[in-house]
């Protein structure tokens, strides 16, 4: 069964500086998302990654995944207040031919002036 | 384009009765996933509907169900409720069923407090 482990589960920032959370995956999985979630809100879809080695980009943040290590990584460059919120990672896990996300607890990221 | 969804937003009812949910997809897209969102549990998938028929399941009793509708609309019912059914339920819809490089889009939720 996948599970999804992400840390730290809170992050507190000052801004400027950069931080990197981490997301685990315990099996083979072929597809690795990160969300955002603001308080009292839905998710917002940040990356898809799909392949090894895949790196995606958007204003400061960054995500990566390596296949082989069953590990994404979400880096945030020279963090601002706006960063605020909630990060899940989610990875695909199978049932036969179809198959649902598995979230990781949340990494609740407060950045403070 | 409209996005997904969801009403009622907020909801509460009291322990044993049922309730009812509802999601509308985002216009073309086919698949409506359920979440439950718990500080405890964190996201957990309920149940995944496509073409009016359920085509995955999570781990949860028998009184969650659901159903969709020929329009992709899909509601969700929990029977007999219970305190720790209090929660954030997602829906995210998407164009076809989960399969690969199929990307979902999450509703904005019903907030259900069970008192």
């Known amino acids: 069964e996948l599970k999804v482990e992400q840390n730290p589960l809170f992050l507190s920032m000052q801004e400027g500086k950069n931080y990197t959370i981490y997301c685990n995956y315990s099996?083979?999985?072929?597809?690795l998302y990160w969300y955002r979630q603001d308080p009292g809100k839905s998710l917002e879809s940040l990356f898809v990654?799909?392949?090894?080695?895949a790196v995606k980009q958007e204003g400061r943040l960054m995500a990566s995944l390596d296949t082989k290590a069953r590990l994404s990584t979400l880096h945030i460059t020279a963090a601002v207040h706006d960063l605020s919120a909630t990060y899940f990672c989610a990875a695909f896990s199978y049932r036969g031919s179809q198959g649902n996300l598995i979230f990781g607890k949340g990494t609740k990221l407060s950045v403070k002036p | 384009k409209a996005g997904v969804t969801q009403t009622p937003r907020y909801l509460i009812k009291t322990r044993g009765q049922q309730v009812t949910l509802s999601c509308s997809p985002i216009?073309?897209?086919?698949?409506v996933s359920w979440y439950q969102q718990t500080p405890g549990q964190g996201l957990q998938f309920l149940f995944e509907y496509f073409s009016e028929t359920q085509r995955n399941k999570g781990n949860f009793p028998g009184r969650f169900s659901g159903r969709q509708f020929s329009n992709s609309r899909s509601e969700m019912n929990v029977s007999t409720l219970e305190l720790g059914d209090s929660a954030l339920y997602l829906c995210?819809?998407?164009?076809?069923?989960?399969?690969?490089?199929?990307?979902?889009?999450f509703g904005p939720g019903t907030r259900l407090t069970v008192l």
């Open positions: 995210a819809s998407s164009f076809l069923s989960s399969g690969p490089y199929n990307e979902q889009f």
């Open positions: 990654l799909l392949s090894n080695g």
């Open positions: 099996t083979t999985s072929d597809r």
């Open positions: 216009s073309g897209h086919r698949s």
